[in-house]
């Protein structure tokens, strides 16, 4: 296997490799660390958001990899606390972001939660304007359910690339999927170990051991199997950034496809939401 994903999925004008580092709890040292290990073997695509805390230490290990900024996409989110999400708050994240990051731009500006607060008639123009101006390539959402994008892409004249949201094979996101597809939104997998879950799921097992690979890798190729997802499997574990990588490249049996698929349920979620979550979609 070769160290680069390459592979690539587009939304609007956004190419965004399929593969992504998550840093959610990443912190410290080991987060300068596995994001510069990360970019060093191959990886063109890491995730981070204000509320992680880490924006200062990605941006560290982004510098020590030594990786040009133009050679991989960096995400970060908004979270809607202290009214963020009001236009001139947006604005000042944004460029708080950016200096914690030490980057003149993003490739993806998220709103990190819905915020019924502040009506998106006025948060999603501000964000838009984000992008026009340059701070960021591309926006988009995360945890949002349908009605709230349908509301949201009124006010957008810019696409909205992704919707980042809870997805693993023990979860249900079919009729958000489908809508989606259907809008050239890109369902974007946060979670996609199910925070570690994969490797206790026979099922799970049963296939790895019949690819030589382990149950994280099995997850994160099943999840790329569709073409409108990517993923952004979190590791701190350098010992777990390359398998994790290769992943990308596993091609799954359309058996092995259908067996994974019957593992999701209803109440399969396992982020614990806060009280601001939306109503989900299944
Ligand atoms: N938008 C949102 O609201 C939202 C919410 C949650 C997450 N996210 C994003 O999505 C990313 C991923 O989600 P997540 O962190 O919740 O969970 P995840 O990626 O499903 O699972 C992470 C867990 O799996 C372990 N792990 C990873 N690779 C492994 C391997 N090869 N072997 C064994 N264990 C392995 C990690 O431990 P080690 O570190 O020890 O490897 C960690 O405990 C986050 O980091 C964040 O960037 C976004």
Not at 133 to 138: A, E, I, S, V
Not at 157 to 173: A, C, G, M, S, T
Not at 184 to 208: C, Q, T, W
């Amino acid at each position: 296997m070769s160290n680069k994903t390459y592979n690539i999925r587009t939304a609007g004008e956004a190419n965004i490799p399929v593969l992504g580092l998550g840093t959610w709890q990443s912190t410290g040292d080991d987060c300068v660390e596995v994001v510069s290990k990360a970019l060093q073997m191959g990886y063109e695509h890491i995730d981070t958001a204000q509320a992680y805390d880490n924006e200062k230490q990605v941006g560290e290990g982004i510098k020590k990899s030594g990786v040009a900024r133009d050679k991989f996409f960096l995400t970060t989110k908004i979270f809607p606390d202290d009214l963020k999400f009001q236009p001139e708050k947006l604005k000042e994240a944004a460029k708080r972001s950016l200096e914690n990051l030490d980057t003149d731009y993003v490739d993806l500006l998220l709103l990190h939660w819905p915020d019924d607060r502040v009506p998106l008639s006025e948060t999603i123009p501000a964000l838009c304007e984000l992008q026009k101006q340059g701070l960021t390539k591309h926006i988009g959402v995360s945890n949002f359910n349908i009605e709230q994008i349908i509301e949201a892409k009124k006010y957008a004249d810019v696409p909205l690339v992704v919707n980042q949201v809870e997805f693993h094979p023990f979860i249900k996101q079919s009729t958000l999927q489908s809508f989606l597809n259907n809008h050239h939104i890109l369902l974007e997998a946060y979670s996609p170990l199910a925070r570690g879950d994969v490797f206790d799921n026979e099922i799970m097992k049963e296939i790895a051991d019949k690819h030589g690979v382990n149950p994280a890798q099995i997850s994160i190729a099943w999840i790329l199997s569709d073409k409108d997802r990517v993923a952004i499997p979190k590791t701190s574990n350098p010992d777990h950034l390359q398998g994790n990588l290769d992943a990308a490249k596993i091609t799954l049996s359309d058996e092995d496809i259908q067996k994974i698929n019957t593992l999701a349920s209803s109440n399969g979620r396992k982020i614990e939401h806060p009280d601001y979550s939306p109503e989900w979609d299944d």
